[in-house]
Structure formats: structure tokens, C-alpha cells
């Protein structure tokens, strides 16, 4: 084997506990929240010590923001890979649908609605706000296009709208229904995507 190879196999076994890394810490941090969570919980969680999660990430802050980092770019790797033929609306529904999805699999940790501390450290984080800023581009033409469209309430500001949007993917009726009905995945998804797009009445 070249010293080539041996270099590649080093870096995809280090890429390889990098991504376990990142999974440990969604699932720590959707079960315990920002606050508890410590590095320690994520390197037992790996099965790694803690110097080496060190070498990985620096800090906390760090570790989280990549963690939420890599939620933001399967948003976006999902929005871009919908149809072209789908209109805002059915984008938009669709989007929810994967969040949900990812959610109720113990993948989407609400994090910057339960913690000021937790969103002003995410606000420093300039890879993530660069993140958040193009999927909100994203999700902000969707807005009004459906709103042109006669496809959305047009009466109502395109912001009202957004972050109602954003909300629903932190709803805590996920976690009631998945805990307290008998509902299945996909029927809490329907229901919850019938409750956004069609209201209660």
C-alpha cells in the first residue's frame, strides 16, 4: 500500500468518526438538551475518549454548531433535489414532510426555540447564519410565490406565514403524539401537515 493510500484511509477513518460524532450529538442534545449535554456524554455516546472528541471539535459550542450545521445542508440537499414541477406550496409541504420525518426519528433538535443562550451562540456561528440566511431566501420565495399564486393567504404579511412555518417544526404536539397516541409516522406527518397547510376549521 502507498504512503497515498495509507494517508486516504486515515482521512475517511477520520471523516467516518466525525459523522458519528455528529450523530451522537443530535441524539444527545434531543434528549438532554444544550445545557446538560456535556463532551463527555458525546464521547461515551462514540465509544471514543474525550481527548479524542477534542481532536474533532474544540468546544461545545463548536461541536453543536456542526451538529446543526449538517441538518442545514440536508435542508437544503432536499429543496434542491425536489421537482421542478411541484409549486411553492407543494415544496413547501414537502420540506415540512422530511423535518418531521427527521424529527420524530430523534434527528432534529429544536434547539434555537427553547435557549437564548443557545441562539446567540448560533448567531456568532458565521457558517451557520450563512446557512439559515439561504434556506430562509428559499423558503421566503416560496412564501410568496404561493401567495401570488392565490395558493396562500395573501392577506397575511409573508412573515407571519414563514415563521409559522419554521414553529411547526418544533411543535411539541410531535413528541405528545408520538408518545401519547397510537398514531403511526406517517399518520402524525399527515395530520400534522393537514393542521399547517388546512388549519383546524
Known amino acids: 500500500m502507498s504512503i497515498f493510500n495509507k494517508l486516504s484511509f486515515k482521512n475517511q477513518a477520520f471523516k467516518l468518526r466525525e459523522h458519528a460524532i455528529l450523530d451522537a450529538t443530535t441524539t444527545v442534545l434531543s434528549s438532554k438538551g444544550y445545557d446538560l449535554m456535556t463532551m463527555d456524554d458525546v464521547a461515551g455516546a462514540v465509544g471514543i475518549s474525550k481527548p479524542s472528541l477534542y481532536k474533532h471539535f474544540k468546544s461545545k459550542e463548536e461541536l ?4 446543526l450545521i449538517r ?4 435542508a437544503l440537499e432536499f429543496i434542491a433535489g425536489l421537482d421542478s414541477s411541484l409549486n ?3 415544496k413547501l ?6 423535518a418531521l420525518r427527521v424529527r420524530l426519528e430523534g434527528g432534529l433538535p429544536f434547539l434555537p426555540s427553547t435557549s437564548s443562550h443557545v441562539r446567540d451562540m448560533l448567531m456568532r456561528n458565521i457558517k451557520y447564519m450563512m446557512k439559515v440566511l439561504k434556506l430562509n431566501r428559499q423558503l421566503e420565495a416560496c412564501v410568496k410565490q404561493g401567495q401570488e399564486q392565490g395558493l396562500l393567504n395573501a392577506a397575511l404579511p409573508t412573515d ?5 412555518y419554521y414553529a411547526r417544526t418544533c411543535d411539541p404536539a410531535v413528541e405528545y403524539l408520538q408518545k401519547f397516541s397510537k398514531m403511526s409516522t406517517d399518520e402524525i406527518v399527515a395530520n400534522m401537515l393537514k393542521v399547517c397547510f388546512q388549519g383546524l376549521r
Not at 64 to 67: L, M, P, Q, S
Open 64 to 67: 453543536v454548531g456542526e451538529a
Open 71 to 74: 441538518l442545514l445542508d440536508g
Open 88 to 90: 411553492p406550496v407543494q
Open 93 to 98: 409541504e414537502a420540506l415540512l414532510e422530511w
Open 160 to 164: 407571519v406565514i414563514l415563521f409559522s
